[in-house]
């Protein structure tokens, strides 16, 4: 691809920037164009399209690769805890490094055709000296999660009546608009998180600009032909429950991409390491030292929670859960392990029933889970986690003694605060 790598090759006025397009330095093409390309361009070269974002390799990074190569608006579809924010986020990795834009500008409009009337007027007075300016990428990434209370005039824009008058203008010249934030997201990609929330009326605004380039508001028609890529997520069933969103907007949005929760325990596990804060600064020990059946039984915890029946299925276990937990869990050793005065840290079964906290909070509970519990819920599923992970290193171990052992009258004391010096352990096995 070609383009100025040197700040100092930047054209800095009008004249250097027209010169620049014309030798083919500096592209002049709408987003979707721009994002296709730099998009073609990673697939050619093998990059990774979004780093960081594991799981999905298969089959929502595909869908959003055609999506992209399509030029559509799309949407995400899942529930919380999915990675669709993140995803949207990465989306802005696929602009180029930086465009030239009119200074000052809201709507960061091309020097070489602006849109706005000030812009147009500075054009004309400064002509080939008018500065260019460089707008980075990250600035052209604008997010909103839709609530019922946004309006119009925060989405897309209102009129200054008080303005006009003052400067002798027409309401619907744009010379009196405060622009929202649908404008200020011109040339760049717009993100409306939780779509389904954004009154109907707002969504024919939105409509409006994308078909026709053009919205009303106060009654007064507002030509605005932006171009900008729009980007949605929302909960599924509100998406497609009837009547919540207008549907010459769902006809709009090419393409519609469904996320999911990790397929396989290994992928969580992946998630969870790559996003908990577990690597501590210990400057006197030997560090934080997790063992793998203790990942694999806060992991489960959510695979068990995504599946109990006393746990709402629509609002859905985030990822977020194993992530808190695993935090919470690596705490709650740390704590043991600084009042015992011991090293390494290293985390046990007890301290999952310990991070309870970090569980509870994070499902909403059908009505047989309201009378059981959060927190009896969040043990029983504790429970089922650790018998899970447990069947799996030890499915064909003959454990008859052991049971009958307890049988008889036999205890433990396994708990979370006693060190490990006198906790009881094997020199192989689950650490009980
Ligand atoms: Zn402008």
Not at 190 to 203: H, R, T, V
Not at 245 to 259: A, F, H, N, Y
Not at 313 to 342: H, T, W
Request: with cysteine; glycine share 6%.
């Amino acid at each position: 691809m070609v383009r100025c790598s040197m700040t100092s090759e930047r054209p800095s006025t009008l004249a250097q920037l027209r010169v620049a397009v014309t030798a083919g330095r500096v592209r002049r093409r709408s987003v979707r164009d721009e994002i296709r390309e730099n998009l073609i361009a990673k697939l050619r070269s093998r990059q990774d399209i979004f780093p960081g974002i594991i799981g999905y390799e298969e089959t929502v990074v595909p869908q959003i690769v055609n999506a992209v190569l399509s030029r559509h608006n799309f949407i995400l579809l899942g529930l919380r805890g999915q990675a669709k924010s993140r995803i949207l986020r990465a989306l802005a990795d696929l602009l180029d490094e930086e465009i030239p834009v009119v200074p000052g500008c809201e709507i960061h409009d091309d020097p070489l055709a602006p849109l706005c009337s000030a812009c147009r007027a500075r054009v004309r007075t400064e002509g080939d000296a008018l500065p260019v300016a460089w707008l980075p990428r990250q600035a052209r990434y604008v997010e909103k999660l839709a609530t019922p209370d946004v309006t119009i005039a925060d989405m897309i824009g209102d009129l200054d009546p008080i303005k006009a008058a003052r400067s002798g203008l027409q309401l619907s010249d744009e010379l009196t608009m405060h622009y929202g934030l649908l404008p200020r997201a011109n040339r760049g990609i717009f993100a409306i998180n939780e779509l389904p929330d954004l009154a109907g009326k707002i969504q024919v605004g939105l409509f409006n600009i994308l078909q026709e380039g053009d919205v009303q508001i106060k009654g007064y028609p507002v030509r605005l032909p932006l171009d900008v890529l729009l980007v949605f997520s929302a909960n599924p069933e509100d998406y497609t429950a009837r009547g919540k969103i207008i549907t010459p907007l769902k006809d709009r949005i090419g393409s519609e991409i469904r996320t999911h929760y990790p397929a396989t325990r290994q992928h969580a596990m992946a998630i969870t390491a790559q996003e908990a804060w577990v690597s501590r600064a210990h400057t006197d020990g030997e560090g934080i030292v997790v063992p793998a059946f203790v990942r694999e039984v806060v992991e489960e915890v959510a695979f068990q929670a995504r599946q109990d029946s006393k746990i709402d299925k629509r609002s859905g276990v985030s990822q977020r859960l194993p992530i808190s937990l695993l935090e919470n869990v690596v705490s709650n050793a740390e704590r043991r392990a600084l009042l015992a005065n011991e090293t390494p840290i290293v985390p046990r079964i007890t301290d999952v029933y310990a991070a309870l906290p970090a569980i509870t909070g994070k499902f909403e509970l059908e009505y047989e889970g309201e009378l059981r519990g959060a927190d009896n819920v969040a043990r029983d599923i504790i429970r089922g986690a650790v018998g899970n992970v447990f069947t799996g290193y030890f499915a064909t171990a003959d454990v008859q003694q052991v049971t009958e052992w307890f049988d008889l009258g036999g205890t433990l004391q396994v708990d979370d605060t006693i060190d490990a010096s006198r906790a009881p352990r094997r020199s192989r096995g689950c650490g009980t």
